[in-house]
């Protein structure tokens, strides 16, 4: 089976702008977290989505918002951008009734200047 | 709430020696355990995982850690390491009941002498 996968892997944005990032979960998993992951703070939970639904989130500003289309497939999309939320962020898959069994994608690093 | 600590946050250990990764997690129960490794602009890997039963658990690349409840501590074992070995090691925790998300230690970069 392949991997979760993350595009883009790298990403420059310039402050105020928005950025959308992608991941795909693993074939068959239907739920996908993301994560942000910074030397300053280092890995945060943003929020997971199952079947379409956001079940849990994080604590970060309305700025970050997420969604999972039928495929499984999801977005996170950042308004607004602040120089704080360059980070890579990681995105994981878990198969349906084992949230805990997340495999994860090698993320998007974004840059913001 | 949880939360995980990892007090070292570099290592440095000869090829060959042993190692041991500490880690303490705050839960007002036993939470889910695992350790995770990254690697240089990599995402994570699952070295392994605790959920109950055995309070010693292997994993993989030769990777073990212990469950010590009255120290609420999950530390990562390895008799012998490797070149390979040098990485990110990242400790979390799940909640059983509630909300289920995962919460990671700062890490430990892990440095090997050769």
């Known amino acids: 089976k392949a991997g979760v996968t993350q595009t883009p892997r790298y990403l420059i944005k310039t402050r105020g702008q928005q950025v959308t990032l992608s991941c795909s979960p693993i074939s068959g998993h239907r739920s996908v977290s993301w994560y942000q992951q910074t030397p300053g703070q280092g890995l945060q939970f943003l929020f997971e989505?199952?079947?379409?639904?956001?079940?849990n989130k994080g604590n970060f500003p309305g700025r970050f918002s997420g969604r999972q289309f039928s495929n499984s497939r999801s977005e996170m999309n950042v308004s607004t951008l602040e120089l704080g939320d360059s980070a890579l962020y990681l995105c994981?898959?878990?198969?349906?009734?084992?949230?805990?069994?997340?495999?994860f994608g090698p993320g998007t690093r974004l840059t913001v200047t | 709430a949880q939360s995980v600590t990892q007090p070292d946050i570099h290592i440095t250990v000869s090829e060959g020696a042993s190692l041991e990764l500490r880690c303490n997690y705050s839960?007002?129960?036993?939470?889910?355990l695992f350790w995770y490794v990254q690697s240089p602009g990599q995402g994570l890997q699952l070295l392994l995982k605790?959920?109950?039963?055995?309070?010693l658990v292997q994993g993989i690349k030769g990777f073990e850690a212990e469950f010590k409840r009255s120290q609420s501590s999950f530390n990562l074992r390895k008799p012998s390491v490797h070149w390979s070995d040098a990485a990110e090691y990242f400790c979390a925790v799940g909640a059983p009941q509630g909300a289920q998300k995962l919460v990671f230690g700062q890490g430990t970069r892990l440095t090997i002498n050769p």
């Open positions: 839960y007002g129960a036993t939470p889910y």
């Open positions: 989505y199952f079947s379409e639904t956001q079940r």
């Open positions: 994981a898959s878990s198969p349906q009734g084992s949230f805990y069994e997340q495999y």
């Open positions: 605790y959920f109950s039963g055995d309070t």
